[in-house]
């Protein structure tokens, strides 16, 4: 019987314990992530109970999406809860009670360019957030023949283009840390 008691005891005690780690994981913030769309990405839109209006759409160049009622729209450089809130704005004219959902589909926009004296230059998708070392080893490492200490990074902003000096070897040997920037869309590393 004592045995018993314990028992139940435990199992109690094993429910409120997780009930209580399931409260707090339920109301704990989630983190906003504001994804700014780019050419190439693919949104999945959707209408819901309107088939018409549920399509994979490619932003093109230009940053522009055509979808139907509403024509030709701007989706490039604006966040994705920005873009919803003008298409679902744009669409309330023509479906009462809109229920609308816009989600990233395919990330083809968040591209890094590597050219140079590496083992493998090209472009690299961006899956999360990447360093110019990480990106480098992405690129298969600096060749021997590169410049190791003369690394640049071009970045173009709104002030024009931004030049960042990389030192492989300096970051290698924990050094200048700083210059080890998290690399942004479109940023293109020479390796001389």
Known sequence: MKRTAWV???VVLICFFSFAVFAQEKTAPSPVVDYVIGPGD?????????QALTKLVTVL???KISFPLVGSIMAGGKTLDQFSKEL???LSRFVPDLNLSVLVHQVNSMMVYIIGRVNNPGRFIL???IDVMQALAMAGGLNPFAEQ???????ETKDGKKIF???YDDVAEGKKLKQNIMLKRGDLIVVP
């Open 127 to 129: 899956n999360s957030n």
């Open 88 to 90: 679902e704005q744009r």
């Open 42 to 50: 693919v949104l999945d839109i959707s209408v819901w109970k309107e």
């Open 165 to 167: 000096e990389f030192d």
């Open 149 to 155: 200490g003369n690394v640049k990074i071009f970045r």
């Open 61 to 63: 160049p230009d940053g």
């Open 8 to 10: 139940m005891v435990a």
